[in-house]
């Protein structure tokens, strides 16, 4: 497993050998901190790294502990002004904004410290929240850039 210091070398080496060619919005950005990315059981599985115009992330690599490349590509590249890409704040915790809302739709239920996890696939990564109450029922909230969402289970789901 490699560390914070060795993901952040290998994605230079990447951008040497041409990452940014393939999205040109990216050849203006640096990389940023890699941020630990983890499975459902909170197990460390990928490093996300932004790729950084100033404290704004215009696009993302995700490796995974190997150093692998498994993904790269454009945050919200309909989105030309640099002042409504995210910042780097989001890596840090959870928007207040979006836990107010989730407060609000799922009173009664207890939230478990959010960490950052994706659902099925890393190119879908968010923070997981966990609610629980007390008559044991839980539910999983992910909750992205864009917004967020309850993870059914596939056997709830409609349609």
Known sequence: MHSAEDILQLVQQ???QGLHDSFPMLSKTTPGN????????QRHQYWLIPF???????????????GRL????????????E???????????????ALDEIRQEYG??????????YD???????????????TAEQ???FIGPQGWYEKRDPSQREG
């Open 14 to 16: 990447e951008i040497r």
């Open 34 to 41: 890699p941020v630990p990315l983890f499975d459902a059981q």
């Open 52 to 66: 950084l115009l100033s404290d704004r992330v215009r696009g993302l690599a995700i490796l995974d502990l190997t």
């Open 70 to 81: 498994v993904s790269h590509g454009v945050l919200t590249p309909n989105v030309t002004d």
């Open 83 to 97: 002042i409504q890409l995210m910042t780097t704040t989001f890596f840090e915790a959870v928007p207040s904004k």
């Open 108 to 117: 009664g239920f207890r939230f478990t410290p959010p960490f950052l996890s």
């Open 120 to 134: 099925e696939t890393p190119r879908r990564w968010a923070w997981l929240l966990r609610l629980e109450k007390e």
């Open 139 to 141: 539910r999983s909230i």
